[in-house]
Protein backbone atom coordinates (compact mmCIF):
# COMPACT_ATOMS: atom_id res chain seq x y z
CA UNK A 1 0.00 0.00 0.00
CA UNK A 2 0.88 3.98 -0.57
CA UNK A 3 2.63 5.63 2.21
CA UNK A 4 -0.91 6.90 3.06
CA UNK A 5 -2.33 3.63 3.10
CA UNK A 6 -4.05 3.60 -0.19
CA UNK A 7 -4.13 1.57 -3.05
CA UNK A 8 -4.93 1.73 -6.46
CA UNK A 9 -8.16 0.63 -7.83
CA UNK A 10 -10.50 0.62 -11.15
CA UNK A 11 -13.53 2.03 -9.56
CA UNK A 12 -16.88 1.98 -12.06
CA UNK A 13 -18.97 4.89 -10.96
CA UNK A 14 -22.30 6.64 -12.29
CA UNK A 15 -22.72 10.18 -12.65
CA UNK A 16 -25.87 12.56 -11.95
CA UNK A 17 -26.84 11.81 -15.66
CA UNK A 18 -26.90 7.94 -15.18
CA UNK A 19 -23.28 7.43 -17.04
CA UNK A 20 -21.56 4.67 -16.11
CA UNK A 21 -17.40 5.60 -16.15
CA UNK A 22 -14.55 3.54 -14.49
CA UNK A 23 -11.28 5.24 -13.80
CA UNK A 24 -7.99 3.79 -12.15
CA UNK A 25 -8.50 5.96 -8.45
CA UNK A 26 -7.24 4.78 -4.75
CA UNK A 27 -9.04 3.43 -1.83
CA UNK A 28 -8.11 3.00 1.63
CA UNK A 29 -8.29 -0.37 3.28
CA UNK A 30 -11.42 1.00 4.90
CA UNK A 31 -13.35 1.37 1.83
CA UNK A 32 -13.23 -2.24 0.93
CA UNK A 33 -16.31 -4.65 1.39
CA UNK A 34 -16.92 -6.92 4.33
CA UNK A 35 -15.11 -10.63 4.49
CA UNK A 36 -12.83 -13.24 6.25
CA UNK A 37 -10.04 -13.06 3.79
CA UNK A 38 -7.57 -9.98 2.57
CA UNK A 39 -5.99 -10.60 -0.91
CA UNK A 40 -3.19 -8.82 -2.62
CA UNK A 41 -3.81 -9.50 -5.82
CA UNK A 42 -1.26 -10.56 -8.27
CA UNK A 43 -3.81 -10.83 -11.44
CA UNK A 44 -7.30 -10.16 -12.89
CA UNK A 45 -8.53 -11.06 -16.26
CA UNK A 46 -11.11 -9.16 -18.47
CA UNK A 47 -14.59 -11.12 -19.05
CA UNK A 48 -17.57 -9.88 -21.61
CA UNK A 49 -19.10 -9.15 -18.68
CA UNK A 50 -16.22 -6.44 -16.89
CA UNK A 51 -16.66 -4.69 -20.59
CA UNK A 52 -20.06 -4.75 -19.95
CA UNK A 53 -19.66 -3.62 -16.60
CA UNK A 54 -16.87 -0.84 -16.55
CA UNK A 55 -18.47 0.92 -20.02
CA UNK A 56 -22.19 0.63 -18.99
CA UNK A 57 -23.00 -1.29 -21.95
CA UNK A 58 -24.88 -3.95 -20.39
CA UNK A 59 -27.23 -3.27 -16.60
CA UNK A 60 -24.80 -5.91 -14.76
CA UNK A 61 -23.91 -3.63 -11.85
CA UNK A 62 -26.03 -3.78 -8.77
CA UNK A 63 -24.58 -1.33 -6.86
CA UNK A 64 -22.11 2.12 -7.37
CA UNK A 65 -19.35 3.05 -7.09
CA UNK A 66 -18.08 -0.65 -7.51
CA UNK A 67 -14.22 -1.70 -8.05
CA UNK A 68 -14.30 -3.95 -11.18
CA UNK A 69 -12.97 -6.63 -11.96
CA UNK A 70 -15.20 -10.21 -11.30
CA UNK A 71 -11.60 -12.50 -10.92
CA UNK A 72 -8.73 -12.60 -9.25
CA UNK A 73 -5.47 -14.49 -7.88
CA UNK A 74 -3.41 -13.83 -5.46
CA UNK A 75 -1.87 -13.93 -1.74
CA UNK A 76 -3.56 -14.09 1.25
CA UNK A 77 -2.55 -10.94 3.64
CA UNK A 78 -5.30 -11.54 6.44
CA UNK A 79 -7.60 -13.91 7.22
CA UNK A 80 -10.15 -14.20 9.81
CA UNK A 81 -11.43 -17.85 8.79
CA UNK A 82 -9.15 -20.86 10.00
CA UNK A 83 -9.66 -22.56 6.40
CA UNK A 84 -6.88 -19.89 4.85
CA UNK A 85 -3.76 -18.47 6.51
CA UNK A 86 -1.24 -15.82 5.50
CA UNK A 87 0.90 -16.59 2.40
CA UNK A 88 -1.76 -19.15 1.17
CA UNK A 89 -2.25 -18.52 -2.79
CA UNK A 90 -5.81 -18.33 -3.58
CA UNK A 91 -8.33 -17.70 -6.53
CA UNK A 92 -11.82 -16.04 -6.18
CA UNK A 93 -14.30 -15.56 -8.88
CA UNK A 94 -17.76 -14.44 -9.74
CA UNK A 95 -20.67 -14.25 -6.72
CA UNK A 96 -20.93 -10.63 -6.39
CA UNK A 97 -17.16 -10.06 -7.16
CA UNK A 98 -16.86 -6.92 -9.50
CA UNK A 99 -20.75 -6.36 -9.65
CA UNK A 100 -22.00 -5.93 -6.08
CA UNK A 101 -19.04 -5.95 -4.05
CA UNK A 102 -15.53 -4.51 -4.73
CA UNK A 103 -13.49 -6.80 -7.21
CA UNK A 104 -10.19 -8.09 -8.49
CA UNK A 105 -9.38 -4.72 -10.15
CA UNK A 106 -7.53 -3.87 -7.06
CA UNK A 107 -4.39 -4.52 -5.45
CA UNK A 108 -5.75 -5.44 -2.09
CA UNK A 109 -9.55 -7.40 -2.76
CA UNK A 110 -11.54 -7.92 0.84
CA UNK A 111 -13.86 -10.92 -0.01
CA UNK A 112 -16.31 -13.24 2.22
CA UNK A 113 -13.97 -16.83 3.00
CA UNK A 114 -17.06 -18.79 1.25
CA UNK A 115 -15.81 -17.34 -2.32
CA UNK A 116 -12.00 -18.19 -1.96
CA UNK A 117 -10.52 -21.22 -2.70
CA UNK A 118 -7.10 -22.58 -2.58
CA UNK A 119 -4.85 -22.51 -5.67
CA UNK A 120 -4.88 -26.16 -6.66
CA UNK A 121 -1.08 -28.02 -7.69
CA UNK A 122 -0.72 -27.42 -11.13
CA UNK A 123 -1.11 -24.34 -11.68
CA UNK A 124 0.14 -20.79 -11.01
CA UNK A 125 -1.31 -17.56 -10.14
CA UNK A 126 -0.84 -16.02 -13.73
CA UNK A 127 -2.65 -19.60 -15.29
CA UNK A 128 -5.74 -18.90 -12.71
CA UNK A 129 -6.20 -15.77 -14.40
CA UNK A 130 -5.71 -17.28 -18.25
CA UNK A 131 -8.41 -19.22 -17.36
CA UNK A 132 -10.74 -17.30 -15.01
CA UNK A 133 -14.91 -16.91 -14.82
CA UNK A 134 -14.27 -18.53 -19.10
CA UNK A 135 -12.12 -21.39 -18.05
CA UNK A 136 -14.23 -22.54 -14.87
CA UNK A 137 -17.16 -22.11 -17.64
CA UNK A 138 -16.07 -23.93 -19.76
CA UNK A 139 -14.99 -26.43 -17.56
CA UNK A 140 -18.26 -26.82 -15.71
CA UNK A 141 -20.12 -27.51 -18.96
CA UNK A 142 -17.74 -30.12 -19.80
CA UNK A 143 -17.97 -31.74 -16.38
CA UNK A 144 -21.76 -31.63 -16.81
CA UNK A 145 -22.31 -32.90 -19.85
CA UNK A 146 -19.57 -35.67 -18.99
CA UNK A 147 -22.02 -36.63 -15.81
CA UNK A 148 -25.07 -36.70 -17.96
CA UNK A 149 -23.09 -39.53 -20.46
CA UNK A 150 -20.84 -37.81 -22.59
CA UNK A 151 -17.88 -39.33 -23.32
CA UNK A 152 -15.15 -39.26 -26.13
CA UNK A 153 -16.75 -42.62 -27.57
CA UNK A 154 -20.01 -41.06 -28.60
CA UNK A 155 -19.26 -38.78 -31.20
CA UNK A 156 -18.03 -35.37 -32.31
CA UNK A 157 -18.74 -32.31 -29.72
CA UNK A 158 -19.78 -28.49 -31.12
CA UNK A 159 -18.77 -25.99 -29.49
CA UNK A 160 -20.35 -22.23 -30.61
CA UNK A 161 -18.85 -19.32 -30.01
CA UNK A 162 -15.57 -20.80 -30.91
CA UNK A 163 -13.36 -17.53 -31.28
CA UNK A 164 -14.23 -16.17 -27.77
CA UNK A 165 -12.75 -16.97 -24.73
CA UNK A 166 -14.89 -19.89 -23.43
CA UNK A 167 -15.34 -20.86 -26.81
CA UNK A 168 -11.86 -21.72 -27.15
CA UNK A 169 -10.75 -22.91 -24.29
CA UNK A 170 -13.92 -25.68 -24.53
CA UNK A 171 -12.14 -26.49 -27.76
CA UNK A 172 -8.90 -27.04 -26.55
CA UNK A 173 -10.14 -28.83 -23.25
CA UNK A 174 -12.24 -31.26 -25.34
CA UNK A 175 -9.53 -31.44 -27.98
CA UNK A 176 -7.16 -33.34 -24.95
CA UNK A 177 -9.40 -35.07 -23.48
CA UNK A 178 -9.64 -37.11 -26.99
CA UNK A 179 -12.98 -35.60 -28.29
CA UNK A 180 -13.37 -34.48 -31.77
CA UNK A 181 -14.32 -31.21 -31.90
CA UNK A 182 -15.96 -29.13 -34.42
CA UNK A 183 -16.21 -25.37 -33.52
CA UNK A 184 -18.61 -22.50 -35.27
CA UNK A 185 -17.21 -19.09 -35.58
CA UNK A 186 -18.63 -16.45 -37.55
CA UNK A 187 -15.14 -15.03 -38.08
CA UNK A 188 -13.43 -16.84 -41.13
CA UNK A 189 -9.76 -15.39 -40.20
CA UNK A 190 -9.94 -17.40 -36.94
CA UNK A 191 -9.92 -20.75 -38.77
CA UNK A 192 -6.31 -21.77 -38.60
CA UNK A 193 -5.97 -20.57 -34.92
CA UNK A 194 -8.96 -22.91 -33.95
CA UNK A 195 -7.48 -25.43 -35.79
CA UNK A 196 -4.39 -25.05 -33.59
CA UNK A 197 -6.39 -25.28 -30.53
CA UNK A 198 -7.62 -28.68 -31.69
CA UNK A 199 -10.62 -27.89 -33.51
CA UNK A 200 -10.69 -30.99 -36.16
CA UNK A 201 -13.42 -29.20 -38.20
CA UNK A 202 -14.31 -25.34 -38.83
CA UNK A 203 -18.10 -24.62 -39.60
CA UNK A 204 -19.01 -20.83 -40.60
CA UNK A 205 -21.70 -18.83 -39.28
CA UNK A 206 -22.62 -17.12 -42.66
CA UNK A 207 -22.92 -19.84 -44.12
CA UNK A 208 -26.04 -21.77 -42.66
CA UNK A 209 -29.20 -20.28 -42.58
CA UNK A 210 -30.01 -20.24 -39.21
CA UNK A 211 -33.84 -19.30 -39.65
CA UNK A 212 -34.73 -21.48 -41.68
CA UNK A 213 -33.92 -24.47 -39.29
CA UNK A 214 -36.63 -27.27 -38.99
CA UNK A 215 -37.58 -29.16 -35.77
CA UNK A 216 -35.44 -31.61 -36.24
CA UNK A 217 -32.35 -32.01 -38.77
CA UNK A 218 -30.02 -34.67 -39.95
CA UNK A 219 -27.91 -35.74 -36.22
CA UNK A 220 -24.29 -34.89 -36.11
CA UNK A 221 -23.38 -33.97 -32.42
CA UNK A 222 -23.22 -36.22 -29.08
CA UNK A 223 -22.83 -33.07 -27.21
CA UNK A 224 -22.27 -29.12 -27.85
CA UNK A 225 -21.13 -26.25 -25.37
CA UNK A 226 -23.42 -23.54 -27.03
CA UNK A 227 -21.79 -19.36 -26.31
CA UNK A 228 -24.51 -17.50 -27.62
CA UNK A 229 -27.97 -18.61 -27.60
CA UNK A 230 -31.00 -17.47 -29.66
CA UNK A 231 -31.42 -19.53 -33.19
CA UNK A 232 -27.95 -21.07 -33.19
CA UNK A 233 -28.80 -23.11 -29.84
CA UNK A 234 -32.27 -23.68 -32.14
CA UNK A 235 -30.33 -25.36 -34.53
CA UNK A 236 -27.83 -27.20 -32.34
CA UNK A 237 -30.62 -28.70 -30.46
CA UNK A 238 -32.33 -29.70 -34.00
CA UNK A 239 -28.87 -31.73 -34.65
CA UNK A 240 -28.04 -33.53 -32.11
CA UNK A 241 -27.75 -37.06 -31.90
CA UNK A 242 -30.08 -39.60 -30.19
CA UNK A 243 -29.17 -39.02 -26.43
CA UNK A 244 -26.87 -35.88 -27.06
CA UNK A 245 -26.48 -33.12 -24.07
CA UNK A 246 -26.37 -29.45 -24.64
CA UNK A 247 -24.36 -27.24 -22.16
CA UNK A 248 -25.62 -23.87 -22.26
CA UNK A 249 -23.32 -20.88 -21.15
CA UNK A 250 -23.93 -17.90 -22.59
CA UNK A 251 -25.73 -15.43 -24.42
CA UNK A 252 -23.54 -13.71 -26.86
CA UNK A 253 -26.02 -13.86 -29.88
CA UNK A 254 -29.55 -13.83 -28.15
CA UNK A 255 -30.91 -14.89 -24.94
CA UNK A 256 -34.46 -15.86 -26.53
CA UNK A 257 -34.76 -19.37 -27.30
CA UNK A 258 -37.95 -20.62 -29.65
CA UNK A 259 -37.37 -23.98 -30.22
CA UNK A 260 -39.33 -27.58 -30.41
CA UNK A 261 -39.62 -30.09 -27.82
CA UNK A 262 -39.07 -32.47 -30.22
CA UNK A 263 -35.05 -33.25 -30.18
CA UNK A 264 -36.18 -33.31 -26.26
CA UNK A 265 -38.48 -36.23 -26.65
CA UNK A 266 -37.71 -38.05 -30.30
CA UNK A 267 -33.79 -37.77 -29.38
CA UNK A 268 -33.63 -37.53 -25.85
CA UNK A 269 -31.26 -34.84 -26.04
CA UNK A 270 -30.46 -32.74 -22.60
CA UNK A 271 -30.09 -29.34 -22.28
CA UNK A 272 -28.17 -28.00 -18.96
CA UNK A 273 -27.60 -25.27 -18.02
CA UNK A 274 -24.61 -23.60 -16.71
CA UNK A 275 -24.30 -20.99 -14.11
CA UNK A 276 -20.45 -20.40 -13.24
CA UNK A 277 -21.80 -16.83 -11.20
CA UNK A 278 -23.03 -19.26 -8.24
CA UNK A 279 -22.47 -22.60 -8.83
CA UNK A 280 -21.73 -24.41 -5.62
CA UNK A 281 -18.44 -24.65 -3.84
CA UNK A 282 -18.28 -27.91 -4.14
CA UNK A 283 -18.58 -28.02 -8.50
CA UNK A 284 -16.57 -25.24 -8.51
CA UNK A 285 -13.33 -27.74 -6.18
CA UNK A 286 -14.09 -30.23 -8.83
CA UNK A 287 -14.02 -27.97 -12.46
CA UNK A 288 -10.79 -25.93 -10.70
CA UNK A 289 -8.74 -29.39 -9.46
CA UNK A 290 -9.92 -30.49 -13.19
CA UNK A 291 -8.58 -27.42 -14.47
CA UNK A 292 -5.19 -27.83 -12.66
CA UNK A 293 -4.91 -31.56 -14.49
CA UNK A 294 -6.67 -33.20 -17.31
CA UNK A 295 -8.45 -30.10 -18.46
CA UNK A 296 -5.68 -28.03 -18.35
CA UNK A 297 -5.72 -26.55 -22.22
CA UNK A 298 -2.44 -27.55 -23.80
CA UNK A 299 -2.22 -24.00 -26.01
CA UNK A 300 -2.83 -21.91 -22.56
CA UNK A 301 0.18 -19.46 -22.77
CA UNK A 302 -0.32 -18.78 -26.48
CA UNK A 303 -4.10 -17.67 -26.36
CA UNK A 304 -3.24 -15.19 -23.32
CA UNK A 305 -1.87 -11.35 -23.63
CA UNK A 306 -0.97 -10.35 -20.53
CA UNK A 307 -1.35 -6.37 -19.72
CA UNK A 308 -0.36 -3.73 -17.05
CA UNK A 309 -3.11 -2.33 -14.22
CA UNK A 310 -2.23 1.30 -16.11
CA UNK A 311 -3.74 -0.19 -19.94
CA UNK A 312 -7.03 -1.53 -18.06
CA UNK A 313 -8.98 1.03 -18.67
CA UNK A 314 -7.92 1.48 -22.71
CA UNK A 315 -8.89 -2.42 -22.88
CA UNK A 316 -12.70 -2.75 -22.72
CA UNK A 317 -13.71 -1.26 -26.26
CA UNK A 318 -12.43 -4.81 -27.75
CA UNK A 319 -14.33 -6.95 -26.06
CA UNK A 320 -17.82 -4.41 -26.50
CA UNK A 321 -16.80 -4.20 -30.10
CA UNK A 322 -16.14 -7.89 -31.15
CA UNK A 323 -12.32 -7.40 -31.58
CA UNK A 324 -10.63 -9.55 -28.28
CA UNK A 325 -9.70 -12.54 -29.43
CA UNK A 326 -8.64 -14.96 -26.60
CA UNK A 327 -7.70 -14.32 -23.11
CA UNK A 328 -6.64 -10.74 -21.21
CA UNK A 329 -4.87 -11.11 -18.35
CA UNK A 330 -4.37 -7.86 -16.05
CA UNK A 331 -1.06 -7.93 -14.16
CA UNK A 332 -2.51 -6.02 -11.04
CA UNK A 333 1.27 -6.73 -8.89
CA UNK A 334 3.80 -4.57 -10.23
Same mark, same amino acid.
Given at each position: ? $????????????????? %???????????????? @???????????????? /???????? %????????? @? $?????? =?????????? %?????????????????????? =?????????? &????????????????????? /???????????????????????????? +??????????????? +? /????????????????????????????????????????????????????????????????? /???????????????????? *? @? +???? @? &??????????????????????????? %? =??????????????????????????? +?? *????
Amino acid at each position: M $GESGSFKVLLIEQDEAR %KVHASLTSLSPAQLDA @GEVLIRVHFSSINYKD /ALAATGAG %KVIRRFPCV @G $GIDLSG =EVVESADPRF %KTGDAVIATSYDIGVAHHGGYA =EYARVPADWV &IPLPSGLDLLEAMALGTAGLT /AALGIVRMEDNGLAPGNGPVLVTGASGG +VGGLAIDMLARLGYE +V /AALTGKPEEADSLRRIGAADILLRGEIDFDKVRPLEVSRWAGAVDNVGGTILHWVLATMRQDGVV /ASIGNAADFKLATTVFPFIL *R @G +VSLL @G &IDSGYASMSMRQKAWTRLASDLKPRCL %K =EFVRVIGFDDLPGAFAAFIEGRARGRT +VV *RILD
